[in-house]
């Protein structure tokens, strides 16, 4: 079993930053990459981006370039900073473990993400 909470979410203006943090515990050991989707309303999650357990990191289509992941793997958090945000970027954010040897993995409880004047 694996845990993930998140943190970091809010209220943010347009063109403002947000940094996300992740914390994993339980089997971290089992813990092959961890990542970030987001949820709009009444939307699909999609990917945002993935850091595999040697640093790799792959980004989803849509935010690539204003959105950046890392990985402390002493601390077992992951992070998400996010700049330049836009009123589209509203959405809950929910931090994903992939498992080794599954295709299922695990979910934070997400954090809401909301860019407003």
């Known amino acids: 079993q694996v845990q993930l909470v998140e943190s970091g979410g809010g209220l943010v203006h347009p063109g403002g930053s947000l940094r996300l943090s992740c914390a994993a515990s339980?089997?971290?050991?089992?813990?092959?990459?961890l990542g970030w989707y987001y949820q709009a309303p009444e939307k699909q999650r999609k990917l945002i981006a993935f850091v595999s357990n040697d640093g790799t990191t792959r980004y989803g289509d849509s935010m690539k370039e204003r959105f950046t992941i890392s990985r402390d793997n002493a601390q077992n958090t992951v992070y998400l900073q996010m700049d330049s945000l836009k009123p589209e970027d509203t959405a809950v954010y929910y931090c994903?473990?992939?498992?080794?040897?599954?295709?299922?993995?695990?979910w934070g409880q997400g954090t809401q993400v909301t860019v407003a004047s």
């Open positions: 994903h473990a992939d498992i080794w040897g599954s295709t299922v993995g695990y």
């Open positions: 339980g089997s971290i050991s089992s813990i092959r990459a």
